[in-house]
């Protein structure tokens, strides 16, 4: 157990709807990530976000967002969905402070989220 | 544009002998390099990193040679165990403040009993 907790575990929707993916970090972690992974596909960094501010993007599309909240979970929003965004998303936290100590990243579970 | 390439979709080896998994990369801001372990239907574990400093990291069966020239990194496992198999992601970064990672597609490892 990494300690880093996704809800839900499956989702499943339809075309052009909307969905929130929630992520809470381990204790004590600022940072915040967010990947997919598509079938046959290693993990696409979306975005990260670090003690509440985006200080990362990636191949995030503009009908996905995130927030970090104060109490430092996360949400990922996704809208308009399409069939291509079916895959597992993850989210990772590190304690994310600024230095030379590189630190890894604990994933949670993931949520696989499947669009029809 | 792929800057983190595992060329081996899938490795196959024998208990008790040695795995080996290659990543290429081709972004040479890249400083850092880590190895995660992915079993199924969970998240990607941490397994081992080196830093562009070192050539060489190990931690008991795992040791992660890193050839900066080459821009090639590898992950030995001796000697390999059925628990060992599993999908494992190469990821690479580059250092600041920002930890964003770019992982490889996988290498499944299945070690045969």
């Known amino acids: 157990d990494s300690g880093v907790t996704q809800t839900p575990k499956h989702l499943i929707t339809a075309t052009g709807q909307r969905v929130t993916l929630r992520c809470s970090p381990r204790?004590?972690?600022?940072?915040v990530y967010w990947y997919q992974q598509s079938l046959d596909q290693g993990l696409q960094f979306l975005i990260q976000?670090?003690?509440?501010?985006?200080?990362a993007k990636g191949n995030i599309l503009e009908r996905f967002s995130a927030q970090q909240f104060p109490d430092l979970h996360s949400e990922l929003n996704l809208s308009s969905l399409e069939l291509g965004d079916s895959a597992l998303y993850f989210c990772?936290?590190?304690?994310?402070?600024?230095?030379?100590?590189?630190?890894?990243?604990?994933f949670g579970p993931g949520t696989r989220l499947t669009v029809l | 544009d792929q800057q983190v390439k595992q060329n081996s979709p899938s490795l196959s080896v024998q208990e008790g002998r040695i795995s080996i998994l290659n990543c290429d990369y081709t972004?040479?801001?890249?400083?850092?390099f880590l190895w995660y372990k992915k079993y199924p239907a969970e998240g990607p574990t941490f397994l081992i990193s080196?830093?562009?400093?070192?050539d060489k990291n190990e931690d008991g069966r795992f040791t992660v040679f890193l050839n900066k020239s080459a821009k090639h990194l590898s992950l030995h496992i001796v000697p390999s165990q059925p628990g060992d198999s599993a999908v494992y992601f190469c990821?690479?970064?580059?250092?600041?403040?920002?930890?964003?990672?770019?992982f490889g597609k996988g290498t499944l490892l299945t070690v045969n009993p």
């Open positions: 990772a936290s590190s304690v994310g402070t600024s230095g030379l100590v590189y630190n890894e990243q604990f």
């Open positions: 204790s004590g972690d600022l940072s």
């Open positions: 976000y670090y003690n509440g501010e985006e200080r």
């Open positions: 972004n040479s801001m890249f400083d850092y």
């Open positions: 080196i830093s562009s400093i070192k």
């Open positions: 990821a690479a970064g580059n250092g600041g403040s920002n930890y964003k990672l770019t």
